[in-house]
């Protein structure tokens, strides 16, 4: 039962590059997102899509755009890559989709993390 | 996370009790989460509380809400090495779509 899959774990990237992460969920969940998780910062939303075919900002969309491709899998792209956006990645679904909340299926199952470097 | 705090380390003995704490400042959020992060790894749900309750217990865990001083406290009895990660608080804010606001972590370290 893979969950949620992440790729790459590691990217080393030089200003003004461009690269897009992968995610992919196996579980059925309507909703995905990314965060990035900084230290001392916590986890900060970057883009969400609450089902197949939508996507909206989070707190920190800038510099970032996301595609949902089908109900699997939620790309994140940098366009132009920034010192700035150096950062550990998260891809997270849940089951949740448009209806209403409780907290089953709020519960955010995450990937392992994508540490990217931008020099 | 600015809006949800927590001590950043905290250490404690094999054996002892951790008690890690989180402050919040929505008095809307319905659920209140803890997630723990081993190393390397992305966060997993360790337990959640309901805003209409003021405690919650699951086996070495227990969860005590503060509604009153948006206080939300995580008890880990026996606290063993295993334990050892960051643990996240969240709350689920009401006013946009599962909008989760997760605080910067607190990383316990757990010493013979």
Redesign the interface.
Known sequence: NAG?TQTPKFQVLKTGQSMTLQCAQDMNHN?MYWYRQDP??????IY?S?SEGTT?KGEVPNGYNVSRLNKREFSLRLESAAPSQTSVY?C?S?E?GLGA?S?TN???F????TQLSVL | GEDVEQSLFLSVREGDSSVINCTYTDSSSTYLYWYKQEPGAGLQLLTYIFSNMDMKQDQRLTVLLNKKDKHLSLRIADTQTGDSAIYFCAESRTGGYNKLIFGAGTRLAVHP
Do not use: T
């Open positions: 949620v909703s001392g910062m916590g986890l900060r939303l969400y609450a909206d998260f997270a849940s949740r909340r907290a709020e519960k955010l995450f990937g392992s993390g």
